[in-house]
């Protein structure tokens, strides 16, 4: 991990040296821990600044769509695929961008570590990583940790590890995991629709309505969002179950056949609520019906925006 | 419970089912009376959140028709809803609404008779699930 540090450094230097870029969005060390903060690094002075470990979850390409000129983009599998995302639905274009490609081994979620810690979670101050083992420490306790049991959930079922587009490597490939994604989205498939009613409800009891998901979200670029549509207004804006479930329903469906996972929502949410489990969903129909994958291809169109004359209707009289 | 009687919103395409159901109305046909008809462009102009906004105001069943595949008066905007409908259906379910509140069908202007089948089967299946309980938005109450 530490060694893709100076790569970025050294990729960062040369292209602005080179002025091949106006800037890098890249982490910067965050000044809590298990936190990094994103960072748009514009003068090669500045390159130090730039950090890679374990805790550079957000997803850079949401940084993106708002950028003018040419930008370099650090990127792990994920991001890669949400920039190719991006590309297809016009919001950037290729030769605006260069893409500095990270093979990522998960990224880990400081939740887990909190959990593990127990009730002096919030006093961790310090967490180290080599081979494999956390070693995470606080005041007056140190503790040594396995590191792929704190993945963050989407991380530990990932099958895109690797950049899909890059103009550089940071490093070597990491090898692809083989993993089943819907064993959990099965499970609520097969309760009785009551029991799902209820687990949903559950699921979204304690949200907010703070919309961190949303602005977490690299696709949820919309100039006015439907939540803040007014006239008509679609959806209620109060923390009423009724409201709150419309608003999470649609805010799923809008990332049908587009959402790469890259847990950004999950990870922004203050509640710790798992809105994973509804664009999960959306995910596992789009790739068994139309057999697509969010932002692995770039020359498909998305799945909502083509058709087949024989798609599946079997419900439709 | 015995003489309630569903609401049902019918999201119709303006060049074949909203005619059939006009058809329908001159012909004759025997059909029944709890849907309410709101007239739309194309299948495709239904947005998910129509559907959405209908239950939550407390329409217990939607139904939404147009044109067969390949007879889309914009050429495609069927095929697009189509794929539209079949994912946010299984959505639905899967969060927990019943699969018998929502319809789809493909209904031609000159189909009046399948659209009165189709009608009463959607009524059917409604009644049979009774009134809406889920994503209803509940009114505060003031006293």
């Not at chain 1, 500045?46 to 993106?64: F, I, R, T």
């Not at chain 1, 590309?87 to 490609?101: F, T």
């Not at chain 1, 990270?102 to 006093?123: F, Q, S, Y």
């Not at chain 2, 025997?30 to 299948?43: A, D, E, H, L």
Request: neutral net charge.
């Amino acid at each position: 991990m530490y060694e893709y540090t100076e790569k970025i450094r050294e990729i960062a230097t040369r292209l602005l040296q080179d002025k091949m870029v106006d800037g890098v969005i890249g982490f910067r060390k965050g000044t809590i821990p298990m936190v990094n903060n994103p960072v748009l690094i514009k003068h090669s002075e500045q390159v130090s600044q730039l950090y890679w470990d374990s805790w550079c979850g957000v997803n850079l390409a949401n940084y993106l769509p708002k950028f003018q000129g040419k930008v370099a983009v650090v990127a792990k599998g994920c991001d890669s695929r949400s920039i190719v995302v991006l590309m297809m639905e016009n919001q950037i274009s290729r030769d605006q961008l260069y893409i500095i490609g990270v093979p990522c081994k998960g990224m880990l979620d400081r939740r887990k570590i909190w959990d593990a810690v127990g009730d002096r979670g919030r006093d961790v101050t310090d967490v180290q990583e080599r081979d494999g083992v956390l070693v995470v420490a606080g005041r007056g306790f140190s503790l040594e940790l396995e590191r792929d049991k704190y993945l963050q959930d989407n991380c530990a079922i990932c099958t895109h590890r690797n950049p899909v587009l890059y103009d550089e490597l940071v490093g070597e490939m990491v090898p692809e995991q083989q993993v089943d994604r819907y064993e959990d989205i099965r499970a609520i498939e097969s309760l009785p629709s009551e029991k799902r009613w209820e687990y949903f409800q559950r699921l979204v009891e304690s949200c907010i309505r703070c919309y961190a998901c949303r602005n977490a979200c690299p696709f949820c670029y919309c100039p006015q969002c439907f939540v803040d549509e007014s006239k008509p207004q679609w959806v209620g804006k109060t923390i009423d179950p009724t409201d709150t479930m419309t608003f999470h329903l649609l805010r799923a469906f809008h990332l049908a056949g587009r959402c790469t996972d890259c847990g950004s929502c999950e990870r922004a949410c203050p509640m710790g609520i798992k809105v994973r489990m509804f664009t999960k969903k959306l995910e596992k129909d789009v790739k068994e019906l139309y057999g697509y994958e969010a932002g692995v291809q770039l020359g498909e169109r998305p799945p909502l925006d083509t058709y087949r004359p024989d798609d599946p209707q079997e419900f439709i009289k | 419970m015995t003489d309630w009687e569903p609401k049902i919103i019918a999201l119709l395409c303006n060049w074949c089912s909203y005619g059939a159901a006009d058809l329908a109305g001159v012909s004759r046909l025997k059909q029944p009376s709890n849907i309410r008809i709101v007239r739309v462009p194309c299948s495709g102009r239904v947005n998910p959140k129509f559907i959405l906004a209908s239950l939550r105001k407390g329409a217990d069943g939607v139904w939404v028709s147009g044109c067969h595949p390949g007879d889309c008066h914009y050429i495609e905007g069927n095929y697009y809803a189509r794929r539209k409908f079949v994912l946010l259906k299984k959505f639905l379910e899967y969060v927990g609404i019943e699969p018998e509140r929502l319809h789809f069908s493909w209904i031609s202007s000159a189909e009046a008779t399948k659209f009165a089948k189709v009608a009463e089967e959607v009524v059917e299946a409604v009644k049979k699930v009774g009134p809406a309980r889920y994503l209803v938005k509940r009114e505060v109450e003031v006293e």
